[in-house]
């Protein structure tokens, strides 16, 4: 089955519960199975500055879903958990990105993989590199060269549950 990474952020109603929520939705998904997870991670907002900082996360999931259906669900849990689409880089309750479809590289209307933001987003490069740091970025090259060009910054690791999220 072909391994896919989805990015995973909010910062409204409750963060670190909705992506606790949303990785046993991920789970949960027909023709899939999650792999495994990052840790969460606290990180400064994206856009506008007057608002929450997010936590975020990233899965690598095996799916027979085409890279539409997949990003169809991905909309759908987050339709499920009120995500309101409005103001660019906003605040959310909870936000998937597809960002890679094993080795595909796509530029449809609807979706791009690899994830055009990648490449340039601490937020999702160490979270990724925890869970695949062989991994490489089909047109951009080794992960861990990405990493090197992009600095952590204000990223922090949080600390995990007792419980395991998934």
Avoid at 55 to 81: G, R
Wanted: aromatic share 4%; net charge negative; charged share 20%.
């Amino acid at each position: 089955m072909p391994v896919v990474h989805i990015g995973l952020g909010s910062n409204l109603a409750g963060p670190a519960q909705q992506l606790q929520q949303a990785l046993g939705e991920l789970a949960a998904l027909p023709e899939s199975h999650l792999r495994r997870h990052s840790r969460l991670y606290r990180s400064d907002p994206l856009g506008p500055a007057e608002q929450p900082d997010y936590v975020n996360a990233v899965a690598a999931l095996e799916t027979t879903l085409a890279p539409l259906a997949l990003l169809d669900a991905l909309q759908a849990i987050e339709a499920d958990h009120q995500r309101v689409r409005g103001e660019r880089w906003g605040p959310r309750t909870l936000d998937l990105d597809l960002l890679l479809y094993a080795e595909q590289r796509l530029d449809l209307p609807r979706l791009q993989v690899p994830h055009p933001g990648l490449p340039l987003r601490n937020f999702v490069l160490y979270p990724l590199f925890e869970i695949d740091p062989q991994l490489t970025i089909p047109g951009h090259g080794p992960l861990a060269t990405l990493l090197k060009q992009c600095p952590r910054g204000t990223l922090q690791a949080l600390e995990m549950p007792t419980e395991p999220l998934v």
